[in-house]
């Protein structure tokens, strides 16, 4: 089973268990704005996500996985890598629950999962996409290494698209 570990953070892949940290993650305000509604409002939803994400650590070998701190195994967000057709390149993405937005954790996981994308799964190229007024996101990519490349539109919504190599 996928692990990794961070100096505060176990990035692990998601479980059958992780239902009621899931509606949470995706009804919060930050993930409806900045990501969009998912529809993910009972466990039997839940669950049919968690299965989705599942299918792709085997289909892609790898995808998103839950955050959480390991001092108390608390989830956080998540983060994780998918390779969408509409995109020339894996991209990473993240999310984390509002109460633990500005610790740093998006940073250390993105940062983290960026290493690992590079040096195990030998993705040399790595994009990003965000909403052009997700100010906390560019500023984030950035600091890892990402450069703004250009706008695209992206199921029909206009977003930035970011690279790194």
Request: charge should be negative.
């Amino acid at each position: 089973m996928f692990n990794l570990r961070t100096k505060r953070l176990n990035i692990r892949e998601f479980l059958e268990s992780d239902t009621k940290f899931v509606i949470n993650l995706l009804n919060s305000p930050t993930w409806i704005k900045n990501i969009g509604q998912r529809n993910i409002q009972n466990e039997a939803q839940a669950q049919v996500y968690i299965q989705m994400l599942r299918r792709n650590y085997q289909e892609q070998g790898y995808g998103f996985y839950l955050v959480e701190r390991h001092e108390d195994q608390v989830p956080v967000g998540m983060c994780g890598l998918i390779k969408r057709e509409t995109l020339p390149h894996t991209d990473i993405g993240f999310a984390f629950l509002p109460e633990h937005e500005g610790c740093g954790y998006g940073t250390e996981s993105a940062r983290t999962m960026l290493a690992y994308a590079q040096q195990s799964l030998g993705l040399e190229t790595i994009a990003a996409i965000t909403l052009p007024d997700n100010t906390q996101c560019i500023r984030l990519l950035e600091k890892i290494g990402f450069a703004f490349q250009q706008q695209i539109i992206h199921n029909n919504e206009q977003l930035l698209l970011f690279i790194t190599h």
